[in-house]
Nanobody, 120 residues
Framework: QVQLQESGPGLVKPSQTLSLTCTVS??????????WSWIRQPPGKGLEWMGA???????YYSPSLKSRTSISRDTSKNQFTLQLTSVTPEDTAVYYC????????????WGQGTQVTVSS
């Protein structure tokens, strides 16, 4: 049974870089055809897909966030990481990591989510 767990600071100052890690257990992030995404939900708004790293290591980004987003992975630790630069209060959200098959964006496994607040 695959489980995902987000970790990282809950408070980030404006203009700084937000960094979150998703630790995966129960299955390797290199398993064929699985894609590992970051998704966020600002208060009072819907879910927003931010980007993903594939089983192959290839990365995909939302066009609206591409200039500020970087997703990397550490296969030895079975983790993948989100970095979002130049954050503003509008980046305040619950951040989730999730898995889907074949880049379908039909997410079958989710982490519990972590609240990140951008504030000075």
């Amino acid at each position: 049974q695959v489980q995902l767990q987000e970790s990282g600071p809950g408070l980030v100052k404006p203009s700084q870089t937000l960094s979150l890690t998703c630790t995966v257990s129960g299955g390797a992030i290199t398993t064929n055809k699985y894609y590992w995404s970051w998704i966020r939900q600002p208060p009072g708004k819907g879910l927003e897909w931010m980007g993903a790293t594939a089983y192959s290591g290839r990365t995909y980004y939302s066009p609206s966030l591409k200039s500020r987003t970087s997703i990397s992975r550490d296969t030895s630790k079975n983790q993948f990481t989100l970095q979002l630069t130049s954050v503003t209060p509008e980046d305040t959200a619950v951040y989730y990591c999730a898995r889907d098959h074949s880049n379908s964006l039909d997410f079958e496994v989710w982490g519990q989510g972590t609240q990140v607040t951008v504030s000075s």
